[in-house]
């Protein structure tokens, strides 16, 4: 399927910003979300193509606006939703529980 | 725009339902993490390049079937990937490019950079790649061919560059500081001798 991920070719996306010295992980949490999402994927929750179709089918605007682990994030809170091993629900209660922590 | 306390939020989240529900391990997120920040990385392959500069024999086994020939040197495909390694002369330059994601060669390599990754890079390396050189400051001659190899999940490449003139008289650890990410990816050569 021809989706917005298939950028070879486009047009109109500007000069390649680069930086110097650029670490491996920008954030701690980067790291945890390739980790994370590696042993989802080695322990059979999901598969590489089901994780790679997940980010490729979010709209357009999501795909191109989401930093690269952020987009892996919202991906493998997608697929585990999907394949039934947390829910959308699960995840904000979980979340919600957390915030409060936080704050 | 998520703030990156939100995005950490949204992490701790996740692993810890992981965690509770015995799907996910400490350790394991800890050696992944220490895999990909301390032991893979532009070292490993610049280290196959320097081989290949220096051993004939390697450098045949490297072009004829890179995934066998890295593993010689202890660097193993990260996910069963395999890899192809192209060589840059004075008559054909190589670059690589992932338009669909990020597919690179992770073994020898390590993570890509956030520019290999951007849309910038991704669409006009494979339409544009005598401008996206230029952009990186790499003047390639008009009558060279520029050749642009687009990686994927099962196949990864990457560009043995040429070796640097003036450069004879050195040994792998010596031709290794020369070979830089980006001339491995192809969007720059190797770096230069210093001058002695």
Known sequence: MNSIHDMGGMHGYGLILREADEPVFHHQWEGKVLALARVALAGGLFNLDEFRHVQERMPPLQYLSLPYYERWLEGTIAMLAEKGVISADEFAARLAELSGEAS | ?196
Not at chain 2, 38 to 56: F, I
Not at chain 2, 73 to 83: H, K, P
């Open chain 2, 1 to 196: 725009m998520t703030s990156d306390e939100e995005v950490a939020l949204r992490v701790r989240a996740l692993e810890s339902l992981l965690l509770e529900k015995g799907l996910v391990e400490s350790p394991a997120i800890d050696e992944i993490i220490d895999l990909f920040e301390n032991r893979l990385g532009p070292q490993n392959g610049a280290r196959v390049v320097a081989r290949a500069w220096s051993d004939p024999a390697f450098k045949a086994r490297l072009l004829a079937n890179a995934t066998d020939a890295i593993v010689e040197l202890g660097y193993e495909a990260v996910q069963g990937e395999d890899m192809v390694v192209v060589e840059n002369t004075h008559a054909v330059h190589n670059l690589v490019v992932c338009t669909l994601c990020s597919c690179f060669p992770w073994a020898t390599m390590g993570l890509p950079p956030v520019w290999y990754k951007s849309a910038p890079y991704r669409s006009r390396a494979a339409s544009d790649p005598r401008g996206v050189l230029v952009e990186f400051g790499t003047a390639i001659a008009d009558e060279a061919e520029v050749r642009v190899w687009d990686s994927n999940a099962e196949l990864r490449y990457m560009v043995l560059p040429e070796r640097p003139a003036g450069t004879d008289g050195m040994g792998e650890d010596e031709l290794m500081a020369l070979v830089t990410r980006d001339s491995m990816i192809g969007v720059t050569k190797a770096l230069e001798a210093p001058a002695s």
